[in-house]
T-cell receptor, first 112, second 106 residues
Framework: NAGVTQTPKFQVLKTGQSMTLQCAQD?????MYWYRQDPGMGLRLIYY???????DKGEVPNGYNVSRLNKREFSLRLESAAPSQTSVYFC???????????FGAGSRLTVL | RKEVEQDPGPFNVPEGATVAFNCTYS??????FFWYRQDCRKEPKLLMS???SGNEDGRFTAQLNRASQYISLLIRDSKLSDSATYLC???????FGGGTRLMVKP
């Protein structure tokens, strides 16, 4: 089925460890996004890629890096995880700017 | 002031009730508006887009008031299955409200 696939679904890290969240889409969408969602809060944009080859910071980029590997894949890297990065991370895609978003199932990250 | 604000609720309503949520936004140049639904521990899913003239989809009606800078979602004849968090989104993918939690009781 067409959609957005995130890996891993769950991850526990120790403070200072690094990891990469992977996102792949087969919807042929141009734009891809990484959000985080903390308990009782809405989604906050971390980084986005309007098209292949471009990336831009969102509302909360500190502590993260991204790579738009190709049109299908957009990864989010935590270089040195901190407890404040404990959250649920969602990848999303859209055909272009101001379009409807399609989300992945989420990745639940705990940093101890 | 946040760019997009919603009453977090929860709104507790009986089955069959009509309930309405508002979402205010600060950027008067905003161009696109959406309502998403999010079930517990799941990803958000599009409920409906919001058009300038207002639009309806079954029991759901969405409206935009540009003068007062808010969008609204009206749910008629509430069902148990409507229990969820409703997120408004302004300017497509960039700005989410904090969500309004709806709980429909038997």
């Amino acid at each position: 089925n067409a959609g957005v696939t995130q890996t891993p679904k769950f991850q526990v890290l120790k403070t200072g460890q690094s990891m990469t969240l992977q996102c792949a889409q087969d919807m042929n969408h141009n734009s891809m996004y990484w959000y985080r969602q903390d308990p009782g809060m809405g989604l906050r944009l971390i980084y986005y890629s309007a098209s292949e080859g471009t990336t831009d910071k969102g509302e909360v980029p500190n502590g993260y890096n991204v790579s738009r590997l190709n049109k299908r894949e957009f990864s989010l890297r935590l270089e040195s995880a901190a407890p404040s990065q404990t959250s649920v991370y969602f990848c999303a895609t859209s055909p272009g700017t101001y379009n409807v978003l399609t989300f992945g199932a989420g990745s639940r990250l705990t940093v101890l | 002031r946040k760019e997009v604000e919603q009453d977090p609720g929860p709104f507790n309503v009986p089955e069959g009730a009509t309930v309405a949520f508002n979402c205010t936004y600060s950027n008067s140049a905003s161009q696109s508006f959406f309502w998403y639904r999010q079930d517990c521990r799941k990803e958000p899913k599009l409920l409906m887009s919001v058009y300038s003239s207002g639009n309806e989809d079954g029991r759901f009606t969405a409206q935009l008031n540009r003068a007062s800078q808010y969008i609204s979602l009206l749910i008629r004849d509430s069902k148990l299955s409507d229990s969820a968090t409703y997120l408004c989104v302004v300017n497509g993918e960039l700005t989410f409200g904090g969500g309004t939690r709806l709980m429909v009781k038997p």
